[in-house]
């Protein structure tokens, strides 16, 4: 069974900050391409950042673009982002999510998020 | 960046009715669309892509249409497991954008 587990969020002054953990079970990530979308609260989903299967291509969001940076250790299957300079406007539920077989395909799988608030 | 625009914010229904939320692309997308169902406090849930293709476990009483600039969601024959926030979502470049959601409330 697919599952992600996202962790390390918190409380972060503004100008800080954090790394978000998601451990994946039930696949492998190095085989597939994985993603962060966040969600600030009462608000839509907003997509943050994607790494392909093979880590050799990487976007983010212009709203992220030089302050975070997506990574994965595939001998513990994890996907990680590292957050810095966080501004108010980062504060959101962030989810990883599994993208379906190819890079540009639908998320299949999600976690269930963790949530960022930074304040000012 | 691709702009994704759903109408309406906000549908309301009742149980057993036919309901369709549309989903526009600022440009072609051709048939890289799909539809997420989130409900409060989770995390959302893959219901169709490539426009009309059925997740696995998804109810057949959700269907899709559309190529191009214009799709939409129909939910025929509301259950009250349906009464839930719904999002569009382009892959068709390497910027994903959503829908700003549709929110559907019980009449």
């Known amino acids: 069974e697919v599952q992600l587990l996202e962790s390390g969020g918190g409380l972060v002054q503004r100008g800080g900050s954090l790394r978000l953990s998601c451990a994946a079970s039930?696949?492998?990530?190095?085989?597939?391409?994985m993603i962060w979308v966040r969600q600030a609260p009462e608000k839509g989903l907003e997509w943050v950042s994607t790494?392909?299967?093979?880590?050799?291509?990487?976007y983010y969001a212009d709203s992220v673009k030089g302050r975070f940076t997506i990574s994965r250790d595939n001998s513990k299957n994890t996907l990680y982002l590292q957050m810095n300079s966080l501004r108010a406007e980062d504060t959101a539920v962030y989810y990883c999510?599994?993208?379906?077989?190819?890079?540009?395909?639908?998320?299949?799988?999600w976690g269930q998020g963790t949530l960022v608030t930074v304040s000012s | 960046d691709i702009q994704m625009t759903q109408s309406p914010s906000t549908l309301s229904a009742s149980v057993g009715d036919r309901v369709t939320i549309t989903c526009r692309a600022s440009?072609?997308?051709?048939?890289?669309l799909a539809w997420y169902q989130q409900k409060p406090g989770k995390a959302p849930k893959l219901l169709l892509y490539?426009?009309?293709s059925l997740q696995s476990g998804v109810p057949s009483r959700f269907s899709g249409s559309g190529s191009g600039t214009e799709f939409t969601l129909t939910i025929n024959s509301l259950q009250p497991d349906d009464f839930a926030t719904y999002y569009c979502?382009?892959?068709?470049?390497?910027?994903?954008?959503f829908g700003q959601g549709t929110k559907m409330e019980l009449k």
């Open positions: 999510a599994k993208v379906a077989f190819a890079l540009l395909r639908p998320f299949d799988y």
């Open positions: 039930g696949f492998n990530i190095s085989r597939q391409a």
């Open positions: 790494i392909s299967a093979s880590g050799g291509s990487i």
């Open positions: 440009q072609s997308i051709s048939t890289w």
């Open positions: 490539d426009v009309s």
């Open positions: 979502q382009q892959y068709n470049t390497y910027t994903w954008s």
